[in-house]
């Protein structure tokens, strides 16, 4: 948990959802998210001093489908949105890097979506040949992150799990006396 965020005061944040993506060059202002196995792209010209986030839940969408079947939970969209939204506020593709968070593999009883979502996205940073400056992926920790799109610094903070001890269950008082059968 974020004990001091980054920005002190009044700065504004603006929580990225899971299938969505936000760009600003907006000095002051916070992109906040928190992740499972989920992940956050989090890129940033820093020399036009523009970034952004997105948060996607699945790398991409099942065998079968077709490209114009993308949404908003697809990392293969999201992807290209949030650097659509870059470029239109002045970023150039060739200056951008990234940092990456999440893909953890929360249950070990399902498939390692946190893996394949993680290695997703390196995949598709390489063939865009956007640098990749930090990544914390992988593990079965949540994570919070921080990110500042206008000078590219970002934090994550890995949420520990907490386990609740169950309360004492209250027994009712043994039955006395005779059973009577009809």
Same mark, same amino acid.
């Given at each position: 948990? !974020?004990?001091?965020?980054?920005?002190?005061?009044?700065?504004?944040?603006?929580?990225? /959802?899971?299938?969505?993506?936000?760009?600003? +060059?907006? #000095?002051?202002?916070?992109?906040?998210?928190?992740?499972?196995?989920?992940? &956050?792209?989090?890129?940033?010209?820093?020399?036009?001093?523009?970034?952004?986030? +997105?948060? !996607?839940?699945? *790398?991409?969408?099942?065998? =079968?489908? =077709? *490209?114009?079947?993308?949404?908003?939970?697809?990392? &293969?969209?999201?992807?290209?949105?949030?650097? +659509?939204? /870059?470029?239109?506020?002045? #970023?150039?593709?060739?200056? /951008?890097?990234?940092?990456?968070?999440?893909?953890?593999?929360?249950?070990? #009883?399902?498939?390692?979506?946190?893996?394949? +979502?993680?290695? !997703?996205?390196?995949?598709?940073?390489?063939?865009?040949?956007?640098?990749? %400056?930090?990544?914390?992926?992988?593990?079965?920790? *949540?994570?919070?992150?921080?990110?500042?799109? *206008?000078?590219?610094? &970002?934090?994550?903070?890995? %949420?520990?799990?907490?386990?609740? #001890?169950?309360?004492? %269950?209250?027994?009712?008082?043994?039955?006395?006396?005779?059973?009577?059968?009809?």
């Amino acid at each position: 948990m !974020f004990h001091q965020p980054i920005l002190k005061g009044d700065a504004r944040r603006i929580t990225v /959802m899971q299938g969505q993506a936000r760009a600003s +060059n907006e #000095a002051g202002l916070s992109l906040t998210t928190v992740l499972g196995s989920c992940i &956050a792209c989090c890129l940033f010209d820093p020399l036009a001093g523009v970034g952004g986030m +997105n948060h !996607f839940l699945l *790398a991409e969408p099942p065998q =079968g489908r =077709g *490209a114009g079947e993308l949404d908003e939970n697809y990392g &293969a969209y999201l992807m290209e949105v949030l650097i +659509n939204q /870059m470029l239109g506020l002045g #970023a150039s593709k060739g200056r /951008m890097k990234a940092h990456l968070y999440g893909g953890a593999n929360m249950h070990r #009883a399902m498939l390692k979506i946190g893996t394949i +979502n993680g290695q !997703f996205a390196q995949s598709f940073l390489e063939r865009e040949r956007i640098p990749v %400056v930090h990544a914390d992926l992988g593990g079965s920790a *949540a994570r919070r992150v921080e990110f500042l799109p *206008a000078l590219g610094k &970002a934090r994550c903070r890995s %949420v520990a799990a907490e386990v609740v #001890a169950p309360e004492p %269950v209250q027994r009712a008082p043994r039955a006395t006396g005779d059973v009577e059968l009809f």
